[in-house]
């Protein structure tokens, strides 16, 4: 198998394809692959920022551009794309929330289309952008896909939950905020720190799952496509790819719906007075 125009084994060609552009944020010197890393945590993955900023860029650009030249009697296709997205997104923010929070909207809108974005990325050829980054800039370690690296899904389900605890405090008080931790599930006072406990596992679940839900699908579907470009030959690729492919296109719905969707109830729970 070729790849950069050097030969080499199925083995290298996986654990190429999934090795990250790195910072190492102590000596600010990119990571070689061939580096043996025992400590990743000060390791920056250059790739996923980009590729998540730069899909949010376009996100943002294309919903102004059409916001701005917007028309009622001859919308272009690209409006009436959005106007789908839009109304799908309201539809599912009244259904289940149902208040007049204006950040929830906003917030679900843009976490549905930012995700979908990012799940999208696992479309593109294996080593097309690999291929490009080295030849251009010489980069020979690249992944494409944001939502396959878990620090970005993580990161999102976290900025997820600070917003919980903080409309959660806002609405309930903070007194509220820790009366509903201490008397939930069991009602009995002797149960105060067995319900503590049980409450703040429920709560570090939330965007834990979150966030391990969507990265467990995304990095599986990659890998897929990295073992089918690894093992068979190229004429043979397409009638594999092709179908996963298309199926893919359900899990990258699939998994930015859900993603939305728990964020309105998470939010919407949250909010509520008791």
């Known amino acids: 198998m070729m790849f950069s125009g050097e030969q080499i084994n199925s083995k290298n060609y996986i654990t190429h394809h999934l090795q990250h552009f790195q910072l190492d944020l102590r000596s600010f ?5 061939n580096n043996n890393i025992k400590n990743t945590f000060w390791l920056f993955n250059i790739d996923s920022i980009f590729f998540s900023l730069f ?17 009622c009697y001859s919308p272009s296709k690209i409006q009436i794309v959005i106007e789908i997205i839009f109304n799908f997104v309201r539809k599912n923010v ?6 007049d929070n204006k950040l929830i909207p906003s917030l679900s809108l843009t976490i549905f289309v930012w995700t979908f974005l990012m799940n999208s990325m696992d479309l593109l050829p294996v080593d097309l952008i690999p291929y490009i980054s080295k030849k251009i800039f010489n980069i020979n370690n690249i992944r494409i896909v944001p939502s396959a690296d878990i620090n970005i899904t ?8 600070m917003l919980i605890i903080f409309y959660s405090i806002k ?20 149960f105060f720190i067995i319900n503590f406990f049980l409450e703040l596992v429920n709560l570090l679940s939330k965007p834990i799952s979150l966030g391990l839900r969507l990265f467990g699908n995304i990095y599986a579907g990659e890998m897929i ?8 030959p ?25 993603f939305m969707v728990l964020t309105i109830v998470y939010l919407s729970i949250s909010l509520k007075k008791h």
């Open 94 to 99: 009244k259904d289940i929330y149902g208040g």
């Open 234 to 258: 190229w004429w043979l690729q397409c009638f594999f790819n092709v179908p996963w492919a298309i199926f893919h296109i359900l899990i990258i719905f699939l998994q930015s719906f859900i």
């Open 154 to 161: 993580l990161s999102m389900s976290f900025g997820i939950f």
């Open 171 to 190: 609405t309930k008080g903070i007194f509220g905020f820790l009366k509903e931790m201490i008397t939930n599930p069991f009602k009995n006072n002797c």
């Open 55 to 71: 899909l949010g860029i376009i996100f943002l650009l294309t919903f102004k551009y059409v916001i701005k030249y917007i028309s």
């Open 29 to 33: 010197n990119f990571v070689n692959q």
């Open 225 to 232: 496509f990295i073992l089918i470009a690894s093992f068979l």
